[in-house]
């Protein structure tokens, strides 16, 4: 990694120090979140902000989540190395990213063709090679994809899709943000049991929307 682009020591820290203090508590992820670099992943005029626990644009009018947002929706996941996980809104790959590192495969799907190149290029250069980034309609899951141990949905959805749903394997964990696409959401998380789906409603948070079809530009 280029020096210049070396975070400061003391963002890392006060960046592990927020995680922990706002409740994240799972060593695995915070080893993750410790190791995978941010920096990489975020445009390169934000780079010094990239620790900061806040949100930050990226392309296509997107952006990437903020640290505690990533860190809980993952520790929600309870992921165990021979996971098959399913995200939908790749953007610039920080969350399969993050992912990656504490399962077995990871597809991710992205509508913006800009956001899956870039995405799958940047993953490919850092060594991520257990994930698959597809240009794709997260509402339309393709049927060859298979079903999965846990999927993640990181943008706003009005209501989680049956069809969604049916992709779980018994035992499986979903969390999607939940909601009106103009203000704020709520982190729904879902496991499927041999009755069902058992819902349980976590933390209020804001995502832009979950949109179907493929992006036509961009």
Known sequence: MNMALKPDPTEKMM????????????????????????EMFVDPRDRNEAYRD???????????????????????????????VLE????????????????????TIE?????????????????????????????????????????????????????LLERLDPGGILIAPVGPHQGTQTLVRVVRTENGFDRKELVDVRFVPALPGIAREL
Do not use: W
């Open 15 to 38: 960046f592990q120090l927020t995680l922990r203090r706002r409740g994240v508590s799972d060593q695995a992820v915070l080893r993750t979140m410790e190791e995978v670099p941010r």
């Open 54 to 84: 806040s949100a930050l644009a990226i392309a296509c009018g997107q952006t990437i989540s903020q640290p505690f947002v990533v860190a809980y929706m993952t520790e929600q996941l309870q992921l165990q190395k021979d996971h098959r």
């Open 88 to 107: 939908i809104g790749t953007g610039s790959g920080y969350q399969a990213a993050v992912l990656s590192r504490l399962c077995k495969q990871v597809l």
């Open 111 to 163: 509508r913006y063709r800009t956001l899956a190149d870039g995405a799958r290029k940047r993953l490919e250069k850092l060594g991520y090679y257990n994930i698959e980034v597809l240009l794709g309609d997260g509402f339309d899951i393709p049927a060859g994809a298979g079903d999965f141990d846990r999927i993640i949905v990181t943008a706003a959805m009005e209501q989680i899709p049956e069809k």
